[in-house]
């Protein structure tokens, strides 16, 4: 079992930056891809990026390359979401998830076990 907690959102105005911290309960670095996601209010989880076990590989959604940057400090067992540029459209929900055996780039949320219980993230224009 493994708990993550995320913290760092809260109401910034456009153009600000943010950066999420989603923190394991365990070791969970040597056994997991690391993903973000987020909802908005009316729509579906999306994914934003992930990250692979040893931090070697991310992926991006499409919208936000260029804007948002994962990383993970896996000796401190945490993955951070650095995002820039913020836009009101990027308010939503924010969660990290783990990902034990499947594609490490996974985009689908059903291919993660286990998440957060997300942060807020508001922009204001």
């Known amino acids: 079992q493994v708990q993550l907690v995320e913290s760092g959102g809260g109401l910034v105005q456009a153009g600000d930056s943010l950066r999420l911290s989603c923190a394991a309960s365990?070791?969970?670095?040597?056994?997991?891809?690391m993903g973000w996601f987020r909802q908005a209010p009316g729509k579906e989880r999306e994914f934003v990026a992930a990250i692979s076990r040893s931090g070697g590989s991310t992926y991006y959604a499409d919208s936000l390359k260029g804007r948002f940057i994962i990383s993970r400090d896996n000796a401190r067992n945490t993955v951070y979401l650095q995002m820039n540029s913020l836009k009101p459209e990027d308010t939503a929900v924010y969660y990290c998830?783990?990902?034990?055996?499947?594609?490490?780039?996974?985009?689908?949320?059903?291919?993660?076990?286990?998440w957060g219980q997300g942060t807020q993230v508001t922009v204001s224009s």
């Open positions: 998830a783990a990902n034990g055996i499947y594609y490490s780039g996974s985009r689908r949320p059903d291919e993660y076990d286990y």
């Open positions: 365990r070791r969970a670095s040597s056994s997991y891809a």
